[in-house]
């Protein structure tokens, strides 16, 4: 399938149905269809063509969802910007991207003027906001107004429609080459199993719109006829509200966004009962925090999607029926649950043989979602895709029912004394200390051990607490060869990426200077 | 997704669930996945490869289900012969498809045997009967018994998995060559919109397994994970047994096997209550058996499936909640429903132009479900698939929501007077006369009209008509110019094809002899 045959679809059988509605503005499948055809032609009249890469760099609205089927629409290839990353961020992907068209909305005006100026190859602006387009940029309802509609460009289901540049927890962020059939494939799998198929339902973007999470979802939703409803950004407020004005059926949220949820005073007094899933994903759970969920929105079934965007991004669902604390099925909600329908998962480990069920390794995903590769990157490429299947760089287990259990990435896994140590597990360990605000496991050199746990503290306001006490908590957790070998506590925040993750490689530089780490 | 995945992907997180069960006889996923690993090395040890043509002319069983695995695993291309052929035609298609290994079971013995003498190609017969394999063949059990587990061969999703044989209700049959890919997005297409997603449910084959309807919807349920139910042949007795017995919960049928359903005495009786869903199609549903089984079996839900082997074989799908009589979504019970999620469908006229809803044209279809082409007819392929769409043959219509209707196969069509007469619309007339059994519509030649209504009538025993009488029934029914102009009767029943549909072309021939149609 071509990413806009779900539009055309649509607009062919549910002509009349609300496509698209923002705030008070609604267009139906056929209207938004129109718009499509008529932006596209705008497009490709000021150049664009099957090799043009168009960047997008503006919060949610029915316009970012047009702006994501003209472009393939057109021919040309998309590529959204991660609206959290800095000036220069974007400015990197912009360029190796090599795009020369970027859409960008109000929020965005001076980061666009401020990238049109830095960036050689943006030759066009083109403005999706709500007022008069700024000096300089083309205006995106003119080029609807002043286009006939033209027929999509006709492609191969294995042609580029989207470069989508991954946070990049080390190093520079690197451009993820997707497909039609892998963003298709991927979206019809994830609503296949989440049954998200009742046309005239309603699905809310809340999550930011250029992440993969959200598209892979969203596009789901767009292939089974959904409604697609929006909100410029996340607050727990504009969700909560929209849900019951617009009676919304589904949503993504990150697991962040849940927590914010939980503590919005209007939750107790909400009517969510159009509200049939939240899907949630793109980061670790935490398990009090779901279970709290479940507890205050009582109405409402979870299902957890795994996954990243080498894989478009599914790898694996826990569907709503294993959301329980008891019965059959109970025993499953930590787990991100069992691969998606087109998706083969191996566990391996360092030579690359297949590990039985319970034995931790690393994370390997095969499928037609499989991406292409990285833009610009053969040697990453290579190391990344084996024979076809793509090393993802976490570690895991499968139980003996197929469910798929997350315990690092494999980068942050410490080797101290041969045996495996999960940062992840001693940071969990960590959290449950009522002192500690959060904190973070890395594997230091050791000349004796190979590598050392490390533990970097930060604790809540006005809290003390030493470094026995800290290692006497560990200890009556967690086995003795997990336990912090030294801490260090710190006041300031720890660095993290655009996606909201820590950058532990910039934590573990400065010991490791002069030496080279067994898993980089 | 290349078809085995789908297996494998079952025994790795469903490896102890029951995976077929045949009778008595049930093997678990993990089971199936190594009898298969093992068959596919035997056939490769006996030489089969990548371009080798596999028949298979069976009863439904468990070990034909292994068999339509066991081919690709192999990365053999199967052919699955219609059980309903005489020896000449599957002759026919053996010669034509080149197969040079035929799997059959104890109901073919015979026929196999004369296939062999008479197929020079055939160089392996493979039994997969329950007894001694007879003089001549290999078996099947002993090719599992004596193999290691391969690998299952990697292929491209493109690359050709099997050759399907259409009924061919004008001239020789043609062989469908159908892709990984298309047989994949047809499938989870399929069970995406029907809900069909719980592993562990349980679906029954009761409708040949060499059909692409049973294998469009059976893969689908792989795919999904639900247990395989067998029974050997479609009777009302043994598909309301079984899904008793074996608590089935879909079972896809065709009209006639419905039919059969509701005069069998023992329904009335039967506890259907874990059968959630009849998938129903292959050919047009009458409305009355259709409302007569939703009345007998109010709790079980029914599907429309339209398609055709072209389509691998998904083109429209009529979910649950339209089939009713009164409300909001009635009045599309004799819809074929709308597109599947990967399908694009138009109306077109004689000139290929897109037509509006309401306008009778020819059925075209376009997704990733189009067929390869026709094995070794490059001209027949290229009539048939126009720049990526296939022309169905079948004429129909869209209605302003969508829904498809399908009026007659386009050559049954009758132009007359200017005027297009559908063929299917006048038999439905007679049928609703008390004293006619079944009927046959053509068009003849005629110097004053083009063509004219031509019907051939078989009467219900000892009934006698008037030919006076049916025009004056038509008449109270139908237009003037739909009204048969001429009639004849018949007592020995109409010629068919193996896939049970009136050859008219045969009926039609005598009459056209000397003279070319316009449309042919």
Not at 84 to 96: A, G, M, Q, T
Not at 223 to 246: M, R
Request: net charge negative.
């Amino acid at each position: 399938m071509f990413f806009y045959q779900a539009l055309q679809r649509n607009a062919a059988i549910l002509p009349n149905t609300i496509g698209t509605s923002f705030g008070d503005r609604e267009h139906t499948w056929r209207e938004v269809e129109n718009r499509v055809a008529k932006a596209a032609n705008g497009l490709v009249n000021i150049g664009a063509s099957k090799n043009t890469h168009i960047a997008i760099l503006a919060l949610n609205s029915d316009k970012y969802f047009e702006c994501l089927n003209t472009i393939p629409w057109a021919g040309s290839v998309m590529v959204p910007l991660n609206i959290r990353w800095s000036v220069k961020e974007n400015l990197y992907s912009l360029n190796d991207s090599e795009c020369s068209i970027l859409f960008f909305d109000d929020t965005f005006i001076e980061t666009a003027t401020e990238l049109m100026e830095q960036c050689n190859n943006i030759t066009h602006l083109i403005y999706i906001g709500e007022n008069e387009a700024p000096a300089g940029s083309l205006s995106y309802e003119e080029l609807i107004a002043n286009n006939e509609p033209m027929k999509a460009v006709q492609c191969d289901y294995d042609d580029l429609v989207g470069i989508f540049y991954t946070g990049g927890t080390t190093g520079f962020p690197k451009g993820v080459m997707l497909s039609h059939k892998n963003l298709w494939t991927s979206s019809i799998c994830l609503i296949s199993a989440m049954e998200i198929n009742k046309e005239g339902d309603r699905y809310l973007h809340a999550a930011p719109m250029f992440h993969l999470a959200d598209i892979g979802i969203g596009y789901g939703t767009v292939i089974s006829g959904l409604t697609q409803v929006f909100i410029p950004a996340f607050t727990p407020e504009a969700v909560i509200d929209t849900i019951q004005a617009k009676k919304v059926n589904y949503v993504l949220l990150v697991p962040t966004m849940v927590t914010l949820m939980l503590s919005a005073k209007s939750l107790e007094s909400a009517d969510l009962s159009s509200l049939q899933n939240i899907v949630y994903g793109a980061s670790p759970m935490p398990e009090g925090i779901l279970i709290s969920a479940m507890e205050k929105m009582p109405s409402v079934e979870f299902i957890q999607a795994y996954g990243q965007s080498e894989l478009s991004p599914l790898i694996t669902i826990l569907p709503a029926e294993y959301h329980v604390l008891e019965g059959e099925k109970s025993g499953k909600l930590r787990s991100a649950g069992r691969p998606g329908y087109c998706v083969s998962v191996e566990i391996r480990d360092n030579d690359g043989n297949v590990l039985p069920p319970g034995e931790v390794g690393e994370i390997a995903a095969y499928g037609p979602n499989v991406m292409l590769g990285y833009w610009k990157n053969e040697k990453q490429t290579q190391s990344t895709i084996i024979d076809g299947w793509v090393l993802t760089g976490d570690a895991g287990y499968m139980d003996e029912d197929g469910f798929l259990f997350l315990v690092d990435r494999v980068k942050d896994m410490i080797v101290t004394g041969g045996e495996n140590v999960f940062s992840a597990e001693v940071e969990n360990t960590l959290s449950l200390h009522p002192k500690i605000l959060e904190s973070i496991i890395i594997g230091i050199p050791s000349d004796e051990w190979g590598e050392a746990v490390h533990a970097i503290i930060r604790l809540n306001d006005n809290e003390t607490l030493t470094e026995t006490e800290i290692i006497e908590h560990c200890k009556a957790n967690i086995a003795n060869y997990k336990v912090p070998r030294s801490i260090e506590f710190r006041k300031e925040p720890f660095p993290m990426t655009g996606a909201g993750k820590y950058k532990k490689n910039e934590l573990r530089e400065p010991f490791w200077k002069d030496k080279s780490r067994a898993i980089n």
